[in-house]
């Protein structure tokens, strides 16, 4: 039922990701796109390191892409990273928003709209409020909201802004959305 | 240039445009783009939709209007209304030295093949406001080769051609502009570059002699004939694949052989149809060479 997972996330999220990402199996239906707040410089580093700790296949995106399964996709730094009605990526160097490019809130507005109802949000851990505005969207367009809960956040403003804003139906204990996600992804 | 205010977005969008009804916000998005088309010759329709949503959205905010038919008619209407709605749909932001690895690179790749003509020329594509074409001129200046050169930078939106023309930034992002300066290898000082005058900083007159800035849309307008170097940097990402297509070629054309490609680092002529007629010289900065044929 569902078409795509779209997470959003910056202090902390690192390492929130090494724990949810390498438990999405090869089979894994659904496409994970990720924006993280991480500074304005190359990710290469990074998304090797990702990439070798996940089952699925991790990677930048590109302009005009088409989102597939199997992957699970990051916003290149310093752009802000949108998704299409036609189910492709397009990217802007428009402003920051929220003081943050790549912002949160302008990829779940845009995968709002692309998948309506068939998309899962999801917002983990981050010292700052981006994302929540986005993920009430989501929820208003009939997806499904979830957050990681406060407490277990390295940084919990994020998840607390969206909490307050969005008011998500779920909120999970870290190691708890793994599960969560593959099984609704299954459902 | 604006800051975007995405509350006005989301208290819109809950007025009139729901999930219930995306297709017909599709629909009139469509059918204003084509009006603007036809009312005033700019040609949106093969932009990026999603950009493009988010500014309509933004503008329909703070315009104090419902739908975007009630947008269409005041900008059919309206010119003055227009010509503000352009300043939405172009893209207005920039740095000097942007990327400061592609100026490292331009610099280190490219100069010693534009040293070997006595006289080039270079086109801007997508200019905006004109802090990459003065970067540009420092380089070209350092190398020893403005005066070689003519460089044409162009750009659709007027009001930020004004702005270029004028060479005039604000202070408060200098600090930035220097320290991108001296990672793309400068040899100096920006300061070296400009005069401060209260808030601003102005560019020296020298710098800017050798550049004509001109009104040029790559959607609707011709090539540039015989140019050594163009320069198009996060303008392609703003538009569907084929309108790309479309423009790496106008490239092709206006280049002559040999002519060097520089694109933004997240654009590439990989999946282009043109993408064959031309070589690589830096795939990680994304410049290209047209192939003799």
Same mark, same amino acid.
């Given at each position: ?11 902390g %999220?690192?390492?929130?990701l ?6 999405? %199996? ?12 991480? %500074?304005?410089?190359?990710?290469e580093n ?28 990051? *916003?290149?730094?310093? &752009? ?9 990526f397009?990217? #802007? #160097?428009?402003?920051k ?13 845009? *995968?709002a709209?692309? &998948? ?8 983990? #851990? ?16 009939g %997806?499904? #909201?979830?957050i ?6 390295? *940084?919990?403003?994020m ?24 099984e609704?992804?299954?459902? | ?5 995405? /509350? ?14 995306? $297709? ?12 603007? +088309? ?18 309509i ?6 315009s ?7 947008l269409? !008619?005041r ?5 003055? +209304?227009?010509?503000?709605f352009?300043? !939405? ?9 942007? !990327? ?12 010693p ?18 802090? /990459? ?11 020893g @080769?403005? $005066? ?7 750009d ?24 991108n300066?001296?990672l ?36 609707? $307008?011709?090539? +540039? ?13 703003? +538009? ?20 060097? @490609?520089?694109?933004?680092?997240? /654009? ?14 830096? /795939? ?10």
């Open positions: 039922m569902y078409k795509a997972i779209v997470i959003g996330t910056s202090y %999220g690192f390492e929130a090494k724990i949810i990402l390498p438990k999405f %199996g090869e089979g894994f239906p659904l496409p994970v796109i990720i924006v993280l707040h991480i %500074g304005d410089h190359s990710n990074f998304l090797n390191y990702m990439n070798s700790l996940c089952q699925l296949h991790v990677k930048e995106v590109e302009s005009n892409e088409k989102i597939q399964k199997g992957f699970i996709y990051f *916003a290149p730094p310093n &752009y802000h990273l949108l998704i299409e009605s036609d189910f492709t397009s990217l #802007t #160097t428009d402003e928003h929220n003081f943050s490019r790549p912002s949160i809130d302008i990829l779940f507005e845009s *995968a709209w692309a &998948y309506t109802k068939e998309l899962i949000g999801v917002v983990l #851990t981050g010292a700052n409020s981006d994302g929540a505005a986005g993920l009430k969207m989501i929820k208003d367009f %997806g499904l #909201t979830i990681q809960s406060p407490c277990s956040a390295l *940084a919990p403003e998840p607390r802004a969206a909490l307050k804003i969005a008011k998500p139906p779920i909120t999970l204990k870290l190691e708890d959305i793994a599960g969560k996600l593959i609704l992804s299954i459902s | 240039m604006k800051p975007a205010n995405d /509350e006005g977005n989301i208290n819109m969008v809950q007025g009139t445009y729901n999930e219930s009804n995306a $297709d017909l916000l599709n629909i009139e998005i469509q059918l204003l783009l084509e009006a603007i +088309f036809l009312r005033y010759g700019y040609d949106f329709r093969n932009y990026s939709k999603a950009h493009i949503k988010r500014r959205l933004h503008r329909l905010g703070i104090m209007l419902s739908s975007v038919t009630q269409q !008619d900008i059919l209407r309206e010119r003055a +209304f227009f010509i503000d352009l300043d !939405d749909l172009s893209i207005n932001v920039t740095e000097m030295f942007r !990327d400061p690895e592609f100026y490292k690179s331009l610099r280190e790749t490219i100069i093949k534009l040293r070997t003509y006595a006289y080039f020329k270079i086109w801007h594509a997508g200019c905006s406001t004109g802090e /990459e074409v003065f970067s540009l001129s420092i380089l070209l200046k350092e190398e @080769l403005l $005066d070689r050169c003519q460089v044409y930078a162009t659709f939106n007027r009001n930020v051609l004004e702005i270029a023309r004028e060479g005039v930034y604000q202070k408060s992002d200098i600090e930035q502009y220097e320290k300066y001296q793309s290898g400068g040899s100096k000082k920006l300061s070296d570059y400009y005069k401060s005058r209260y808030g601003s900083v102005i560019f020296d007159k020298e710098l800017s002699n050798k550049i004509v800035f001109a009104d040029h849309n790559l959607v609707t $307008d011709n090539v +540039f004939a015989d140019v050594n170097l163009i320069l198009c940097r996060n303008v392609l990402i703003y +538009f569907e694949k084929e309108l790309q297509d479309k423009v790496i070629g106008l490239f092709y054309d206006s280049l002559v052989p040999s002519g060097i @490609l520089c694109l933004g680092t997240k /654009e590439s002529i990989k999946f282009s149809r043109h993408g064959n007629l031309f070589e690589i010289v830096d /795939e990680k900065q994304r410049i290209y060479k047209k192939k003799i044929m």
